[in-house]
């Protein structure tokens, strides 16, 4: 059964009602209307979302600015965090926008992410987060700086595609680093795909190549396509 608890400090006399699973909201809210500590309460299968920040004002309809939000969403094996300078909130399609130094962190199934854009776009309902702008951040042992992601909270794990990536691996006292165009990260079988004018650096040697599959727990490579092999040293 579902539970939604709402509750708000007001400072304008009308009241401020979002459902994130339902899609509900208060007709009667009129735009720039402000809102002081909002905060949005829900629980569905064992699933608890809060959404809060310092000052919240309708920007349109079904659209809400937010002043430095967080959103956290915690199950009995996952953990997400996102927070930000700013946010919209669209709650017609529960959708909500992070700008200005944000920030995801979180982990499930014993992975772990963390984040950092300047903008971080995550659909509440499905816990997909995306981004078109620079990405910096870990995944796990993988330490990533992109031009964009698309993130997905699955059920056996984390699994990420980032754009023009750089990469590095640590394994133990060692790190091994590369590039791609496209770099899809799935931690359900540790296993990293380098996509376009693909390079990867392990130990004394450089693997060029036009796709790489490669175990970054195992630390092997599993597939190439028309590779090239250099020695670095």
């Known amino acids: 059964m579902q539970k939604i608890y709402k509750i708000f400090a007001l400072v304008v006399p ?12 208060d007709t009667n809210l009129e735009l720039h209307s402000f809102i002081d500590k909002p905060l949005i309460l829900s629980s569905r299968n064992e699933e608890k979302v809060t959404i809060k920040g310092d000052k919240s004002s309708v920007s349109k309809e079904f659209e809400f600015l937010i002043k430095n939000p ?17 946010a919209i909130y669209k709650s017609d399609v529960n959708i909500i926008e992070f700008y200005e130094g944000a920030n995801l962190s979180g982990n499930t199934k014993d992975n772990n992410i963390n984040i950092n ?10 816990k997909n987060m ?11 042992k993988i330490k990533i700086n992109s031009e964009g992601m698309n993130i997905s909270n699955v059920k056996d794990g984390i699994h990420g595609e980032f754009n023009n990536a750089n990469f590095i691996i640590r394994n133990g006292s060692t790190k091994d680093y590369g590039t791609s165009e496209r770099l899809i990260i799935s931690s359900k079988d540790s296993s990293m795909s380098l996509e376009g004018r693909a390079s990867l650096n ?10 790489i ?5 195992q630390n092997k490579i599993l597939k190439s396509i028309n590779s090239k092999i250099e020695n670095v040293q």
């Open 14 to 25: 009308f009241f401020f009602l979002v459902d994130v699973h339902a899609d509900l909201i």
């Open 70 to 86: 967080e959103v956290t969403i915690k199950s009995d094996d996952s953990f997400i965090n996102i927070n930000s300078k700013t």
């Open 117 to 126: 854009s300047d903008e971080i776009i995550m659909n509440i309902s499905t």
């Open 130 to 140: 995306t981004s078109k702008k620079r990405v910096v951040g870990d995944l796990n």
């Open 202 to 211: 392990l130990g004394d040697f450089r693997i060029k190549s036009d796709s």
């Open 213 to 217: 599959m490669y175990d970054y727990r």
